[in-house]
């Protein structure tokens, strides 16, 4: 089940080291950080970029919510007239339940596309054929040839697209990242991921693989920092259409490997993970954003400064994208291509009971 989540007082990201690392803002700096934010220019030659969103149904509130904070929600467009409505009434926004007419009738600088999954292509395809940049949630396509073909559109078309694989700007994977960067432990030898929880209403189209696992394949993939070679699954469905547990196992080159467990069986919320290096273990839970590492003298939970939304961080960067103020967006489309390149061979052995090798 969705919820909506409370705002977080925004952060920045900045570059270092080839790595993204966190900064939190002062709390004097942060009227003066949104203004800019507001001062900046668009396409349309107006003050503030303009961004719509289509589908508020399940996660597409929470993309509402931070629109608005950042002062660039314009409109919103959802089948369900009565919801397009009531959100549209609180953020005091232009509504629509089609999308021709939102896209007609509004000036967009780009556009969220919260959709169910297996409209994701056919929405993406209309707006970037618009010259609209697109954010899309995760997965980007169904299907790998139709993540292909968007990325060729918004390459033709020189506009941004990227997809929400939200959990590269969670605190916790950040500190991680920077860690194993650093190799203060030693080589990264495993990761392990555990997702769990009561199966979400709102997902009807696809089952866990797709709705679920595809943020761990991302993060395991930005941990090491290399595409896996090799998929082999197991999946099935108890109480879902599609597969509602999964275990999903990538092999990277040099033997490494992640292990990536999920199911919407268990009733309670969990969302960790475990990086096995050759020195030591670094856990981390993407809820609390926190880490904690064993090495073989003690186990230490290094101070964490504050609570981020990463929801925050991962718009932030795509506004500033469309603003021109960064090159591309954090997450690209070859990458989220890659992801369900990765999706598809794991329904795949998971179908046939064999390993997928794989040519990313």
Known sequence: MVEDIPSSPPSK?????????????????????????????????????????????????????????????????????????????????????????????????????????????????????????????????YLSKECEEMAQIAKKNKIALTCGYIERFNPAVQEVKRILSEKIYGELLMIEFHRENRMPLHIKDVGIIYDTAVHDIDTAIYLFGTKPQVVFARAGKIFHSFEDFSNIMLGFGKDRVAVISSNWITPKKVRNFSSVCTDAIINGDFIKQEITIEDSLSTTTPRRVNLVEPLSLELRNFIEVIEGKRDHPEVSPEEATNVTKIAEAALLSSNTGSPIYLNL
């Open 13 to 141: 990201i900045i570059n270092g080291g080839g790595n993204n690392v966190m900064e939190l803002p002062k709390e004097k700096d942060m009227d003066h950080e949104e203004s800019t934010l507001q001062k900046t220019g668009s396409k349309n030659g107006a003050n503030v970029v303009k961004i719509g969103i289509i589908g508020v149904g399940g996660w597409g509130k929470n993309h509402s919510r931070v629109l608005h904070d950042f002062g660039v929600l314009t409109s919103i467009c959802d089948m369900d007239k009565s919801k397009a409505k009531d959100l549209a009434t609180r953020y005091n926004v232009n509504y629509y339940s089609a999308m021709d007419d939102m896209i007609n009738s509004e000036s967009l600088d780009a556009c969220l596309v919260c959709t169910p999954t297996r409209t994701h292509y056919s929405v993406t395809k209309k707006l970037m054929e618009k010259g609209i940049n697109v954010f899309v949630e995760k997965p980007l396509s």
